[in-house]
């Protein structure tokens, strides 16, 4: 049975974890600008033990269990954008760690790791992500559908690290019809994981992408086994052209596992 959590409007500073025990759960807010759970924990911040929390545990909202959905709300991480290079400055507005989850509606606030896609099938739509670097990252699957996102770094920065490790994972991000704005220079996405895979179909790309499109992590090596593309977006950062030649334009057969819900079996589960 479904519990159905709503919360009325206000900004809630607090750390919220739910317990793979509590399964079906539903948090609803009263709209996203309106209902606002914040924290600004880092990876170097010191747990309670004295030792820093790392980036998995600093989100401000965690999510651990199955069937998980949240609509109209806002998980903020209110740590600040870190300059380049700093270390531990990784902080975590949401990270959802279990299977069968869905985000409508929803904000996710914060600069480096915003949302920690870590494991799970995952669905978001009609969501706000914003961040500067790796703000969408980890080794689930999931489709983004109609989503905005948006960065604010100053400086470089990257949509995305997906960290699928083999061949054999059943991982990665899909971003349908969505929009990608904002500030500095963008990469889509740095091949955290060797087997890393991103696709962005029929999205618009605002002027912030650098030509390249992706960035390798500093392995080469990777180049030859992540899978990165596009599929009939538009705007000015959209054009394939410049993009590294590692990443690849889809064709309308290689476009069609990841332009549904079936790329993340959502007829089997997805109930809102």
């Known amino acids: 049975m479904r519990v159905v959590i709503k919360v009325n409007a206000g900004t809630y500073t607090e750390k919220v974890s739910i317990s793979p025990l509590r399964a079906f759960v539903t948090v609803e807010g009263a709209g996203a600008d309106r ?16 030792r820093p929390f790392g980036t998995f545990a600093s989100a401000t909202f965690a999510v651990n269990s199955q069937f998980f959905v949240a609509k109209n709300i806002t998980f903020k991480n209110t740590a600040p954008v870190p300059r380049p290079g700093a270390l531990g400055k990784q902080g975590v507005a949401l990270r959802i760690s279990a299977d069968n989850a869905a985000f409508v509606g ?41 989503c905005h996102v948006h960065a604010i770094s100053p400086h470089t920065g990257a949509l995305t690290a997906q960290n699928r490790r083999s061949m054999l994972d059943d991982t990665g991000f899909s971003f349908l019809n969505c929009r990608v704005t904002g500030s500095g220079a963008l990469y889509l996405g740095r091949a955290w994981g060797t087997f890393s895979r991103v696709v962005f179909a029929y999205t618009y790309m605002d002027n ?65």
């Open 35 to 50: 209902t606002v759970v914040q924290w600004g924990d880092t990876a170097g911040t010191a747990g309670p033990w004295g």
């Open 208 to 272: 912030i992408i650098i030509p390249r499109g992706w960035y390798n992590w500093g392995d080469p090596t990777r180049e030859m086994t992540v899978f990165y593309g596009q599929y009939k977006c538009s705007g000015p950062g959209a054009n394939h052209a410049g993009r590294v030649d590692w990443s690849r334009e889809l064709t309308d057969e290689e476009a069609k596992p990841f332009i549904s819900l079936s790329f993340i079996d959502g007829l089997e589960w997805l109930k809102l």
């Open 106 to 146: 929803c904000n996710f606030l914060g600069a480096q790791d915003t949302l920690y896609d870590h494991l799970g099938r995952h669905y978001y739509k009609d969501c706000y992500i914003e961040g500067s670097v790796d703000f969408i990252f980890g080794n689930a699957l999931s489709l983004y559908e109609g």
